[in-house]
């Protein structure tokens, strides 16, 4: 983790202090839930954390108790007064801790499903990952992550040029599959449709990329999208270290790139959070004002041409088990969850649901940024992941699919690291392989299993 260079034990405890006490007069949310607690357990009862190894600092009330201890002891009289004997408790100064503990929270919002107060921890880990920001203590990874992002509108630190380089390939190995010229446009003015993915469904796993091109090419509407070679990652870790500043920056960009195009939509790809700030924070509080797009997001859209009876497929192309991994900002926050499943329906022959499934979903294991921290992975793969991993074995599914590059990261190492026997990818990736182009589908499928 970083280490709060040129900051004092005392100037830490002041800075600490002085960004808890400052919830009196922030959210109302936050207030409440730094009141509301009853400690009855049922977090940790749901939490994949502590499911996966039930100790007291994986207990979510243990790590929300860091804050709501300050909290207590400086704003409230009975903290003042009785301290201990009301939960009031002062920071100790061990940020190592403080750290460690919020960034072994996944951030899911599992918890906030079946609080009977509705407390969701998640927020009160984003506030302590915020003050680990400010005073310097930041995970060098996640720091790494957010100042490249900054820097090149992507989390891989890609180029134009490689990003180019990428498109060129994907639009040979659609020629190759289908025999006919599917486009990827890129830079074109004009366009209706601005496409949003994360990073890695250009670079890494590019086929949910391919199956978004051959839907608008069955449709008709090759000429109607594009992508940016400037911003072509919707991701965004300002969200999971707690600083606003970085998440408001890194989504201007992409703002201003949509002005540019004069798009009539912000077209979010398989990417939970990056939909999450642009459709629920971003738009809905108007932090550039009034937009002159709509943010929508590629499944939805899909699942609508779908019901429409505009696409087709040969399920025959997806013959294996497959099930679907709700990535918790779309399942939780987001409440996209039936449309991944109208696409899968359509497009394989075997489709497998979890349980449970949809806003109840257990978390991957690497939510909250954690599946970009390498240094943390035998916790994501002994820990977190537990839950996660036993329900996938329950299904007997070959193929979990899941719109989310955090989740197919921890998924493949998850792969990796248990030797299990099952693929991973994205929605649209089902598609790219059964849609039917000219009456057929490709004629070469990359899934080995």
């Known amino acids: 983790m970083g280490n709060g260079e040129n900051i004092t034990g005392q100037e830490l405890h002041e800075k600490v202090v002085e960004s808890v006490t400052a919830i009196k007069n922030g959210p109302k949310v936050l207030n409440l839930y730094m009141d509301v607690c009853a400690r009855c357990g049922t977090c940790a009862e749901v939490c994949p954390v502590y499911q996966g190894e039930p100790t007291e600092l994986r ?78 203590y930041t995970p060098d990874t996640m720091k790494k992550v957010v100042q490249t992002s900054l820097d090149t509108c992507n989390t891989d630190g890609a180029s134009p040029e490689a990003f180019k380089a990428s498109i060129d390939f994907l639009e040979e190995e659609m020629k190759d599959e289908h025999g006919v010229d599917i486009k990827i446009p890129v830079d074109v003015v004009g366009a209706e449709y601005f496409y949003v993915p994360p990073s890695g469904d250009v670079l890494v796993n590019p086929e949910a990329t391919t199956g978004i091109a051959k839907v608008f090419y069955v449709l008709g509407m090759q000429d109607k999208w594009t992508m940016s070679s400037k911003c072509f990652d919707g991701a965004n870790y300002g969200l999971f270290t707690g600083n606003d500043g970085h998440m408001k920056a890194d989504n201007k960009p992409y703002v201003e790139e949509a002005k540019r195009f004069g798009a009539k939509y912000m077209f979010m790809g398989e990417c939970g959070h990056a939909y999450r700030i642009m459709k629920m924070m971003m738009e809905k509080g108007k932090w550039w004002g009034d937009l002159p797009f709509k943010v929508i ?153």
């Open 297 to 449: 997001n590629c499944m939805e859209w899909t699942a609508d041409r779908i019901k429409e009876g505009k696409l087709e497929f040969d399920k025959s192309k997806n013959p294996m088990p497959v099930t679907y991994h709700d990535p918790c900002n779309f399942g939780r926050s987001c409440g996209i969850v039936e449309d991944p499943r109208v696409i899968l329906e359509a497009a394989c022959e075997d489709f497998r649901d979890m349980t449970p499934n949809r806003g109840e979903n257990w978390c991957c294991g690497g939510g909250g940024g954690l599946s970009a921290m390498d240094d943390i992975r035998d916790f994501r793969m002994k820990v977190s992941s537990v839950k996660k991993m036993e329900q996938v074995k329950a299904t007997g599914a070959k193929y979990v699919a899941t719109a989310c590059s955090n989740c197919k990261r921890q998924f493949m190492q998850l792969i990796e690291s248990h030797n299990a026997d099952f693929a991973v990818g994205g929605v649209h990736d089902m598609l790219s392989r059964s849609i039917l182009i000219n009456g057929k589908a490709a004629e070469r499928v990359d899934w080995e299993g």
């Open 59 to 136: 207990n979510p009330v243990v790590r929300s108790d860091f804050i709501r201890g300050i909290y207590k002891k400086y704003t409230t009289t009975s903290g003042k007064l009785l301290g201990s004997m009301v939960g009031a408790s002062d920071f100790d100064g061990d940020m190592k801790k403080w750290v460690d503990s919020f960034y072994e929270c996944t951030g899911c919002r599992r918890c906030a499903t079946y609080c009977p107060f509705g407390i969701d921890n998640s927020v009160i880990t984003r506030k302590g990952r915020a003050i680990a920001d400010a005073t310097g």
